[in-house]
């Protein structure tokens, strides 16, 4: 089962890079050296933190638009193209396919994240004339950047499979959006007075992915570092959402009539 | 088709982009030049957004969004102090219209609150246009870094502006318990106490200023207050010079030259026989007077 899994990763990462997915690098360097080289003259001294707001957030909205744009058509290209019936007329389970799709564009992500961040140190060293501690400290937030990502991809995914590509876009990038104001539905949920309410937004604060636990690029531009145990909770709270993300999405797509 | 009409049909598109293009630049300017000046009133606008609510709407991207109004605050700055009639000092604002200053520094420190460059740059510039607000932000950036010991060593430079020197040695004071603060903090306290509206005082400051500042705006701001402050050591001197002249001689010098072997045991620079001030701009003979001056040209800042 491994082996059909990597195997479809596999060729999920071909077909991105075939699709010229990273082709986004040139464009983010072509920025970040813009950034690098004009920022100096406008920034009042504050080039380093600059450079790592804007790569890290340039990095972040690059990889949204991957996760949300790659990832809904990682399944519905192959429902168009019919090359889901070849898929399953081999011995593969949906599971497998939806999964080893899923750990293709992560694998993606994890290339275009890894570059982009190298980007960034590269940056920060030409802007400080020399090593810059920022260029180790940004690392832990580039970590977080992706496993949001990788969030993101399991519910443009999950969205993918039971609707159209216009409406799973729409949807995934409002599930971006509410996931940055987590801490407004909580409190919200808290101040509300009627009890049905309160579940009610309660309900949708633990249901949406709370990424303010990933949203670490203006600590990290000032040389702060996540504690371990946030970055271990962060990751573990990731990988648990998405595995139940992707078996809703298992579930949806098996009940999927391809006849 | 022949070869010389595919010919042409693979240029025409190349031509028509070329030709549009240039054709788009020239409508553009055009306009541009037609544009009516955009009010002072409009320019002036308040900002509709406030640091929360941008700090909610910029999702994760707050960093980026501080700074933007960052750099906004600095051209905002940079493009009044063009536009001023005559030199004009970083710290004395007042009489430049810069209402939306405080708005944006004050959105940029709520989007980022460990951004302590622009708490430095409010301790700094907003002062000479609102004291208030200026110390508004400051004890912003105190609450929200209560580590920070240079946001107590701004807080005491304003106050130290306004010649309040028991809430400049407080702040002073204050910051010198945080771990990490030098001693000179604890020092200033006594000294703003004892000598609060001195040079030497004004010195420390500016030099801390002058080392700490990352903004190199902020930079060349103290080091013309320190070169002002050795100048007026310097007229100090002159001044002193010329009344053993007039005591001597019984009458003030009509040019420098006569009183040259005075300037030169003083070990004043001299240039042509004239003393010359920290920015190598000859000092002005006033013989009615029996004073001295700065030039009109000189880059030393007058007040």
Known sequence: MVGRVLAIA????????????????VFFVLLLTAAAIFIGELSGGQERKIIVDFGLSAMLLFGVFI????????????????????????????????VGKYLGLCLTLLVNVLLMGAGVSLALVYVSRGFDPLVWTIWPSIFLIYFELAILTAVALLFSSFSSPALSALLTFFVFIIGHFSSDLKGLATSLGSTAARVFFTAIYYLLPNFANYSFVTPAAHGHVPGIPHVAASVLYALLYVAVVLAATVVIFSRRNFK | MTSRKRHRASWAPGGIIVLSLIGSILVARWLDMRRPKIQTEVQQES???????????????????????????????????????????????????MKLLAPMLDVATTLDPEFMEAYMYAAVVLPGLDE???????????????????????????????????????AYSEGATIPGAPPWMQAMKARMAAEGGSRDIAREIYARMYQEAGDPNVKEM???????????????????????????????????????????????????????DPGGTPYKLLPNSCDVDLEPGSSIPYK
């Open chain 1, 67 to 98: 996760a949300i744009f790659v990832g809904i058509g990682l399944v519905y290209k192959e429902i168009e193209r019919r090359t889901v019936y070849a898929i399953f007329s081999k011995p593969v389970g949906r599971g497998e396919f939806i």
């Open chain 2, 222 to 276: 103290a080091r013309l207050r320190l070169l002002q402050l050795q100048s007026m050591d310097q007229r100090d001197v002159i001044r002193k010079l010329l009344d053993i002249y007039k005591t001597r001689v019984g009458k003030c010098p009509a040019s420098w030259q006569e009183m040259a072997p005075l300037l030169r045991a003083a070990q004043l620079p001299v240039a042509d026989g004239g003393p010359i």
């Open chain 2, 132 to 170: 208030e607000e200026a110390i508004r932000i400051t004890r912003k950036g105190i609450a929200a870094n209560p580590n920070e010991w240079r946001l107590y060593q701004h807080l005491g430079y304003i106050y130290w502006q306004r010649e309040d020197y028991a809430s400049a040695g407080q």
């Open chain 1, 10 to 25: 596999g060729n999920a990462f071909r077909e991105a890079v075939r699709d010229r997915v990273l082709y986004n690098l």
């Open chain 2, 47 to 97: 900002l509709y957004l406030t640091g929360n609510t941008l700090k909610r709407m910029s999702l994760s991207f707050n960093g980026l969004v501080a700074d933007w109004y960052w750099m906004r605050s600095l051209q905002y700055v940079g493009g009044k102090i063009l536009n001023a009639q005559g030199p004009v000092q970083l710290d004395d604002l007042g009489q430049l219209d």
